[in-house]
């Protein structure tokens, strides 16, 4: 068994934020691919444009990096950024719940 312990500063995340076009058919094309390569090498979609991939190394994490930057559309914007796993921990998430109009009750018969 190997006595390799895992560092929260050694593990890595890479996130990708993308803003690309989407007026015509031919860019809505070109971004959904981009979306698929990114999914296909393991990314997750965490909001709609920016997708995020766990990697247990700094050096693995390169190598998706470098698979992102060989599969960039040709125009839009991409960012890529490299965090450890300790800073990912460190983020807050905040979801908001939207209001909606309870329905009315209904009148219920009874019977005894």
């Not at 890595?12 to 809505?28: A, S």
């Not at 390569?37 to 997708?51: A, C, E, N, P, V």
């Not at 190394?57 to 125009?75: C, F, I, W």
Request: proline share 4%.
């Amino acid at each position: 068994m190997s006595s390799k312990r895992y560092s929260a500063y050694r593990i890595m995340w890479v996130l990708v934020f993308f803003d690309l076009p989407t007026e015509t058919k031919k860019e809505r094309k070109v971004a959904a691919q981009f979306r698929k390569k990114l999914m296909d090498d393991g990314f997750t979609m965490f909001q709609y444009s920016i997708y995020l991939r766990h990697c247990p190394s700094r050096e693995n994490a390169k190598v998706h990096t470098k698979r992102v930057k060989m599969g960039l559309p040709k125009h839009g914007k991409v960012c890529i950024l490299e965090i450890t796993d300790k800073q990912f921990g460190n983020m807050e998430l905040f979801h908001g719940v939207k209001e909606v109009d309870l329905p009315q009750p209904t009148q219920q018969l009874q019977l005894f």
